[in-house]
């Protein structure tokens, strides 16, 4: 099978998932694409690496899969409505591109996305996928707008697919019911898109929990130049990653290790009721972890009235030596 030949089969599986908003798909030198009036462009581009995003041996179509959803997840963070993908894959042979692609658009038809064009190339093993679409003029939800005296949210559960990746590396034994349920996480992420749009307009300030959370809120801080105080044993859990990790600080280090793509939001104290009420609309579980303050940093709870300055630390591709060893590098401030 030769490059053109794979593209007229992943043209052949895209056409049947093509919407109608799409004027021209693959098959030609670009495509071209009717953005719904009154909305603005919004586009996003992520990238998994072999051997640094998943580990070796992960199934092709996860991979797939993957490098979809962690796009549909910035768009989720966004407020935005994802519409569009391209998809850039560097194969040492071509064999694996239809694999990768029956995944990805497994991923694009259950958020009705339509796979409009891409890139076939042979070398290391690597994908990257743009995703398009749009919000409504001025309304999208940025990092930026967070507000003293709000409340901070976290969607779904934390620590999942740290755990499917301690399974995967032999770091953590599970019953083979919560170890698929842990891979199934790290491998298939279901980013909560709907809740991420149903939150425009009264999200302040949003950010998709994927360095680790307490990272991601840092990103938040900053970008708002606010502070927050957070009560760690807040931290949502499933009953899988209690029962497979009973100690809490051990379960709390997988709950801050990233990779979730769920989504953190704050909102003003008094739209609380609203926001559950969305939340179960969009059958998400949502937890308040803390509040946005006006004194600077990240800060926990420590008992009584006692507060404790924590660094926002998570995952940082460019930072040296392992996460362990750059706990002070990643100042929220
Ligand atoms: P060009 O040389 O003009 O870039 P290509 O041969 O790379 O043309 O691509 C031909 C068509 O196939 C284009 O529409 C392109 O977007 C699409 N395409 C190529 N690779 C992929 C892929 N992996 N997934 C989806 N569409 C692809
Ligand atoms: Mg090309």
Not at 123 to 132: C, E, K, N, Y
Not at 173 to 182: I, L, V
Not at 236 to 249: F, H, N, Q
Not at 271 to 296: E, K, S
Request: glycine fraction near 10%; proline fraction near 6%.
């Amino acid at each position: 099978m030769n490059e053109f030949s794979t593209i007229a089969r992943i043209a052949a599986l895209a056409e049947r998932s093509a919407l109608a908003d799409v004027a021209l798909g693959i098959g030609d030198d670009a495509a071209i694409l009717d953005l719904p009036r009154g909305e603005q462009l919004v586009a996003a581009v992520d990238t998994l690496v072999a051997g640094v995003h998943f580990p070796p041996g992960t199934a092709l179509d996860a991979v797939g899969w993957k490098a979809l959803a962690v796009n549909v997840s910035d768009f989720a963070a966004m407020g935005a409505q994802p519409r569009w993908a391209l998809s850039s894959l560097t194969l040492p042979n071509p064999e694996g591109a239809l694999a990768i692609t029956r995944g990805l658009l497994a991923c694009s038809k259950w958020h009705g996305i339509t796979l409009v064009g891409g890139d076939t190339t042979r070398g290391p093993f690597s994908i990257s996928v743009t995703l398009l679409g749009g919000a409504p003029r001025g309304r999208a939800v940025t990092r930026a707008g967070a507000r003293a005296g709000d409340d901070i949210w976290v969607a779904g559960t934390l620590g999942e697919a740290a755990a499917g990746l301690a399974c995967v590396e032999q770091r953590l034994e599970a019953s083979p019911s919560d170890r698929a349920r842990f891979v199934r996480a790290l491998d298939k992420p279901s980013p909560p898109l709907a809740l991420g749009i149903e939150l425009r307009g009264i999200a302040h300030a949003m950010i998709d929990v994927s360095d680790g959370v307490l990272a991601d809120l840092g990103h938040v801080l900053r970008a708002s130049a606010l502070g927050a105080l957070i009560d760690l044993s807040l931290l949502p859990a499933s009953s899988a990653l209690r029962r497979a990790v009973p100690d809490p600080v051990a379960r709390e280090a997988l709950q801050c290790a990233g990779d979730d793509y769920t989504l953190l939001f704050t909102a003003s104290k008094r739209n609380a009721p609203r926001v559950a009420r969305i939340a179960a609309q969009c059958d998400v579980r949502v937890t308040r972890i803390g509040v946005i303050q006006a004194r600077r940093g990240l800060w926990r709870e420590a008992g009584g009235a006692k507060t404790i300055r924590i660094p926002a630390t998570g995952y940082d591709h460019f930072a040296k030596g392992p996460p362990r060893n750059r706990r002070r590098e990643q100042q929220a401030d």
